[in-house]
C-alpha cells in the first residue's frame, strides 16, 4: 500500500458516515495490515517510522473515536516487542498483529452483544437511535426472543432506514419514526437501547447527536437506559479532550440563505447519570462498578 | 359558499401542515363567514343549523387544535344573540361576527408577542422548535434587539426552513440544526421559545413533536423555557381529551420494509412543570398565576 492509497483510505475514512467506531478502528487495523506488508521502506526502522506516522494519521482522522486510538496504540505498542532484524519477517508479523486486534475486536463485539441479549431478556420493545455494529449484533441475538423495536430515522443521513431494513430482514416488528418524536415513542419502549462511539473517563457516553434527546426522554418517562459497546470504546484517564466532529452542512439540504448557518455536530454527550446500565464483553456495568459477570 | 365548495376547504384544513393553529383558526372563522353570507338556505332557522353543522365539521376537522374549538364555540355562542327575524339581515351580521373573531384574535396574537418580546430583552440567544405565527411575530418585533435564533429543520416537513427564511429576511443571525441536535445546542442559548398548539388544562403544552426534547434538554441545561401563545389557545376545564393527530406517514420519505411500520404523530405533551412562564395576551404567568401584567 503505497502513499497515494493510503491518502485516498484515509480521505475515505474521514468522510465515511454510515459504519460506526468499532468497523472504522477494524478497518484502520487492516490498511495497517496492508500497510506493513508493501508499504514502501528499505529497512526495519523506515517501516516502524513509517507505521507509526500512519497510525497517527489514522487517529487524527476521526478524533471522536476511541475504539480507533485504543485498538491503534495497542497495535503500536505491540509492533516495539516484534522482531526486527529482518524486514520480511518484521512485515509479516506486523501484519500478523493487526489482524489478531481485527479479530479481538469482533470477539468482544459478539461478547457484549451476548451479554446485552442475556441482560435484556425476552418479550420485550426496545427504543434505539443511530445505527450501531453492536447493537446490530444484540438484535440478531434477540431476533427469536419476542421483541418490538422502535428505531429513529437519525438524521441528517438517515442511517435509521438500515437499520429498519435488517430488522425487516430478522422478522422483528419495528417501527420507525423522526427524531423528533423520540419524546413520544419512550413512554412505550420497556428499554432504551443505545451503542456509543466512545465512553468518557467519567463514563459519560459520546454517540450519534440525539442520544442525550433519547437518554433525557427515557430518564423523564422512568424507562432504563442501557448502553451496549465493547471496553475499547472506553477513553482512558487523561484522554479527556473530546472534540465533537462538525460534518458537511449540506448534508442538512437545507435552503441556502444569507445569515443562515447550518450546523452539522454528529454527536453528544450523555452525563454517566442518565445511563442505568453499561454492558461490554466482561458484563453488565451499573454505578460505575462491574456487577455481573456474564462474559464466557 | 356551497357544499362542495365547503367540503374542500375542509380537506385543506384537515391536510395543512405549514400554518399553525392560531391561522388555521381564523382560516375557519373566514370559512364561516362565507358560509353565513352564501351557503344555500331557505331561511335563518335553516341557515343557523347549516352553520352549527360546518362548525362541528371544522372542529372535527383538526382535533387537536384547541383555538379552532375557542374561537368557533364563541362564534357559534354568538350567533344565538343576532337577529333571527331576517336571513338577510342574519347573514349579515353572522358574517361580520366572524370577522370580529378574526380580529380579534389577530390583536390577541400581537399583544402576546408585544409582551413576550417585552419579557425576552436585548442580546439574547433564542433556541426554538417548529414554526408558529405568534413566535414569528416574536422574532420580527425583537429583530433590532440583537437576538440570535437557533432553529431546528422542524421533520418531516421541515418548516424550520420557513423560519430560518423570514429570519434571514429580518437581518437575525440563525443557525439551523437538525432536531437531533437539540440536545447539542439548547445549551448554548440563554432562552428557550415555544409557540403552542393548545394548553390543557392542568397547563402542559400540546405542541409539534420534539417539544417536549426541547423542554427536556433546557431542563437539563438549566435553560429556562418560555411558551407564548393566545390565550384562546388554552383548552378549557372539561376538554381533557387530547387526541394527538397522526399523519401520513409517507411524509418520512422512508422505505416501503415488511414489517416496518413508519410513524408520523405530529404532537407531544410537555408538562407545566418544565414550563418556566407563559405568556399571552394578558401577560406574563408563572407557576399558574399571572405575575406581570404587560397588556395594553
Not at 468497523?23 to 508493501?38: F, G, K, T, V, Y
Not at 491503534?72 to 526486527?84: C, I, P, Q, T, V
Amino acid at each position: 500500500m503505497d502513499a497515494s492509497a493510503f491518502e485516498t483510505a484515509v480521505q475515505e475514512l474521514h468522510a465515511d458516515r454510515v459504519r460506526g467506531a468499532s468497523e472504522l478502528a477494524r478497518r484502520c487495523l487492516d490498511l495497517l495490515a496492508l500497510s506493513a506488508q508493501s508499504a514502501p521502506a528499505g529497512g526495519c526502522a523506515e517501516l516502524l517510522q513509517l507505521l507509526a506516522q500512519r497510525c497517527a494519521r489514522l487517529v487524527a482522522a476521526r478524533p471522536s473515536m476511541a475504539p480507533i486510538e485504543n485498538l491503534l496504540d495497542a497495535w503500536s505498542n505491540g509492533l516495539g516487542h516484534l522482531d526486527s532484524s529482518s524486514l520480511t519477517v518484521l512485515r509479516s508479523t506486523a501484519a500478523e498483529l493487526a489482524r489478531e486486534g481485527i479479530w479481538q475486536s469482533k470477539r468482544a463485539l459478539l461478547r457484549s452483544a451476548e451479554n446485552a441479549a442475556a441482560q435484556i431478556g425476552d418479550d420485550k420493545t426496545l427504543i434505539t437511535h443511530s445505527l450501531s455494529s453492536t447493537l446490530l449484533a444484540v438484535f440478531e441475538r434477540l431476533q427469536a426472543r419476542n421483541i418490538r423495536v422502535i428505531v429513529t430515522e437519525s438524521r441528517p443521513l438517515n442511517e435509521g432506514h438500515i437499520l429498519a431494513r435488517r430488522l425487516s430482514d430478522w422478522n422483528i416488528p419495528t417501527q420507525l419514526i423522526t427524531d423528533a418524536q423520540l419524546g413520544l415513542f419512550t413512554a412505550q419502549a420497556d428499554l432504551a437501547l443505545l451503542g456509543a462511539d466512545s465512553l468518557l473517563p467519567d463514563g459519560s457516553l459520546v454517540n450519534k447527536a440525539g442520544s442525550l434527546l433519547l437518554a433525557l426522554a427515557a430518564n423523564h418517562s422512568g424507562v432504563p437506559l442501557y448502553v451496549c459497546c465493547e471496553s475499547f470504546k472506553q477513553r482512558r484517564t487523561g484522554q479527556t479532550q473530546m472534540p465533537l466532529e462538525e460534518m458537511a452542512a449540506g448534508e442538512l439540504g437545507a435552503p441556502s440563505l444569507p445569515g443562515v448557518r447550518a450546523r452539522n455536530i454528529y454527536f453528544d454527550i450523555t452525563p454517566a447519570s442518565l445511563i442505568s446500565r453499561w454492558i461490554d464483553e466482561h458484563g453488565v456495568h451499573a454505578d460505575g462498578k462491574l456487577s455481573i459477570t456474564t462474559g464466557k
